[in-house]
């Protein structure tokens, strides 16, 4: 079936900085690609997602770019806020032996932005 | 609020006991997973259901486990003699299985279980 990998955390950023976070991904064909969120205290919610190579998912000034061939899905944002602190996720679409009708979550990257 | 519902939010149970955990999907969807959380990792998938056909089961979930969806609509996951290691966050998750469907899933808050 798919896995995914991301960037360890935690991250730390200073307002304003730019953020990158990693994640790759090996799959069987091109599964649909997914970041999600979840802030303290709350549940996963969908950040951005890619059905397709070469797409771009976007979202409250987060972005990423569905690349097909370094297998990758990495989430970027020019200029981050101190709203923006919670833990993120990476995840394809599940494939293989296990079925595509659900999720694999990478292990979360925790971003702390300080004022 | 019209999202994914789970009840209870937070159960402390004594190694041994049996739990079980309620989710309400979103009423027109037709698909619902569950998912495991322990602390710093990601959601592990633990099952998923269609309708009420149980299609696909994780290894992860032990024959302690069992998880219903008897009419399609909401779901009960039941984890019999509880074990410390069952300690997590339980996730519930719901989704429309259509021609335009992409995959995404959406979350309920979880059912935290705690095994003393």
């Known amino acids: 079936g798919n896995s995914v990998t991301q960037m360890e955390g935690p991250v730390t950023l200073s307002e304003e900085a730019f953020l990158t976070i990693n994640c790759t991904y090996t799959?069987?064909?091109?599964?649909?690609l997914f970041w999600y969120v979840q802030y303290p205290g709350e549940g996963l919610q969908l950040l951005l997602k890619?059905?397709?190579?070469?797409d771009k998912g976007s979202n409250k000034g987060f972005e990423a770019t569905y690349r097909k061939e370094t297998t990758s899905f990495h989430l970027e944002k020019g200029s981050v806020q101190v709203s923006d602190s919670a833990v993120y996720f990476c995840?394809?679409?599940?494939?293989?032996?296990?079925?595509?009708?659900?999720?694999?979550f990478g292990a979360g990257t925790r971003l702390a932005v300080h004022p | 609020d019209t999202g994914v519902s789970q009840d209870p939010r937070h159960k402390i149970t004594k190694r041994g006991q049996n739990v079980t955990f309620r989710c309400d999907p979103i009423s027109e969807h037709n698909r619902l997973y569950w998912y495991r959380q322990t602390l710093g990792q990601g959601p592990e998938f633990l099952t998923y259901?269609?309708?009420?056909?149980?299609?696909?089961k994780s290894r992860l979930l032990s024959d302690r486990f069992s998880a219903e969806r008897p009419k399609g609509s909401f779901s009960t996951l039941e984890i019999q003699r509880t074990e410390q290691g069952d300690s997590a966050m339980y996730l519930c998750?719901?989704?429309?299985?259509?021609?335009?469907?992409?995959?995404?899933?959406?979350f309920g808050e979880g059912s935290r279980l705690t095994v003393l």
């Open positions: 995840a394809p679409r599940g494939g293989g032996s296990g079925g595509y009708n659900k999720l694999i």
């Open positions: 259901f269609q309708n009420e056909a149980q299609l696909e």
């Open positions: 890619a059905t397709k190579a070469d």
């Open positions: 799959a069987t064909g091109y599964p649909s």
């Open positions: 998750a719901s989704s429309f299985a259509g021609s335009s469907n992409t995959g995404e899933l959406f």
